[in-house]
């Protein structure tokens, strides 16, 4: 039985979802709460391998749509039963840097896949696994360019996709907020590391005034 609480972040390229989750790890571990970082895809080896075919051509040639659908589907199905699930029946809280609503906003609202046939294919790898709070790190797609550019490593297949494909994941983004106002909390990720941090930290407190209070 579940009985830790499942927080996922989601966002453009560079919104800081790593920063921020491990700011958040450390806030809630002073808390005395354990905690689980994943990340999508990936975070088994199952879907390391999947991390590896969807973003660096592993298998010399780029999968197509529907293929990066079902891998990015195979990837979290591998993570949910492995990794989410059992760490949140023991009591751990888990932090997913990405979850189903990435698939939501890459493959929905910027590829154009239907949102339903997204959602069905979703219900089956998760096996109806939903966050408990959904953290939106909001930002542009200028600056996100510029947060990628400043990094050392070249971007990946999706990264490198257009300015309006890179809107639209945004603007998903901003819709599924929109859509799923209990479980959606949206944060302005242009602010500094120390803002967006304490932002974070206020809205824990507040939907989990049990758990955490300091
Ligand atoms: N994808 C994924 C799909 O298409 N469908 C799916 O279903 C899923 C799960 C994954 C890619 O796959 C796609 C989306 C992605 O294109 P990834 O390599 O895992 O890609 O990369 P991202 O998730 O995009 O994460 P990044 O590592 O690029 O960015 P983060 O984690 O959001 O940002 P972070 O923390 O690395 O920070 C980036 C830079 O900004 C600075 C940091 O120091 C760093 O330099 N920074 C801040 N600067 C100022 N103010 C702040 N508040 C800052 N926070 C961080």
Not at 95 to 124: H, V
């Amino acid at each position: 039985m579940k009985k830790g609480i499942f927080i996922s972040f989601e966002g453009p390229e560079g919104g800081g979802k790593s920063t921020h989750i491990r700011d958040l790890e450390r806030f809630l571990e002073n808390n005395g709460i354990k905690t689980l970082r994943t990340r999508e895809p990936g975070g088994t080896r199952l879907g390391e391998v999947v991390r590896d075919l969807l973003q660096n051509n592993l298998a010399g040639e780029a999968p197509s749509s529907r293929a990066e659908v079902m891998l990015f589907a195979a990837s979290r199905a591998q993570l949910c039963e492995n990794v989410i699930r059992p760490a949140l029946d023991e009591g751990t809280w888990v932090l997913a840097d990405r979850y189903a609503d990435s698939t939501y906003a890459y493959q929905g609202y910027a590829r154009g896949f239907n949102l339903a046939d997204l959602k069905e294919i979703t219900r089956f790898a998760t096996g109806s696994l939903v966050p408990d709070l959904t953290i939106l790190l909001d930002l542009p797609p200028e600056a996100s360019r510029q947060r990628l550019a400043a990094r050392a490593n070249a971007p990946d297949r999706i990264e490198s996709e257009g300015e309006e494909f890179h809107l639209k994941v945004r603007n998903g983004f901003l819709e599924l907020a929109r859509d799923n106002p209990e479980r959606y909390a949206v944060i302005d990720a242009r602010d500094s590391r120390e803002a967006v941090s304490a932002l974070i930290e206020a809205e824990i407190k507040a939907r989990f005034p049990n758990q955490v209070r300091s």
